[in-house]
């Protein structure tokens, strides 16, 4: 089992410039979660998906983020424009249905200057 | 919705004492509370975990309470060894299945002097 697998591993960009980043959950796993850690915090729910549906988006700052889960596996999650305060680590996360417990990707590691 | 509340944000204990991490949660509904183990710029992994059902789970070294009246929920870490060293976080889920989300507490950094 492969994991779920994120890219970039690292990523730094200038204020106002567009990011965007990739999770492949594991195999089988119809749930995906975006979740951003700050410095010294626990993670911070962004996203949830339930195959290709978005079902809890309420903490997402839809104004400048965006996320997309196509054919219910792979997903990407954008900011544009990106700002100062968006420097974090990014983490998906997946888990099947019934099974407890989710498998966190290495995240992707933002910072904004 | 629901709020953890984590403590200590820091510990440090010789190796070979107990380690104790307790969190609160808010949300009487929660029944499905597991413990991450975070080490320097790896991902979070999930090393123990209970459900509403039972009072205590325990694994090796590792041990969970849970008391749903009070709620609140502690991670027991016995013979404590230098490869323990690392950020915990609890977490807790207001449902049976475990795709909901997990809302996080704010970590523990436990430090294990040899």
């Known amino acids: 089992e492969a994991g779920v697998v994120q890219s970039p591993r690292y990523k730094i960009i200038e204020k106002k410039q567009p990011v965007a980043f990739w999770c492949n959950p594991i195999s089988g796993h119809n749930t995906l979660y975006w979740y951003r850690q700050n410095l010294g915090q626990g993670p911070e729910l962004l996203i949830r998906y339930e195959n290709e549906e978005a079902v809890d988006d309420s903490q997402l700052p839809k104004d400048r983020f965006s996320a997309e889960r196509l054919k219910g596996v792979d997903s990407t999650l954008k900011i544009q424009p990106a700002e100062l305060g968006d420097s974090a680590v990014y983490l998906c996360a997946s888990s099947l249905v019934g099974v407890s417990g989710y498998t966190f990707g290495s995240g992707t590691r933002l910072t904004v200057v | 919705g629901e709020n953890v509340e984590q403590h200590p944000s820091t510990l440090s204990v010789q190796e070979g004492d107990s380690a104790v991490i307790k969190c609160t949660y808010s949300?009487?509904?929660?029944?499905?509370f597991p413990w991450y183990k975070q080490e320097l710029g790896k991902r979070p992994q999930l090393i123990i975990d209970?459900?509403?059902?039972?009072g205590e789970k325990k694994d090796q070294r590792i041990a969970v309470t849970l008391n749903k009246t009070a709620k609140h929920f502690s991670l027991h870490i016995t013979e404590t060894q230098p490869e323990d060293s690392a950020v915990y976080f609890c977490a807790a889920s207001p449902a049976n299945s475990g795709n909901t989300p997990l809302v996080f507490g704010k970590g523990t950094r436990l430090s294990v002097i040899a």
């Open positions: 209970i459900r509403s059902n039972v």
């Open positions: 949300d009487s509904a929660s029944n499905y």
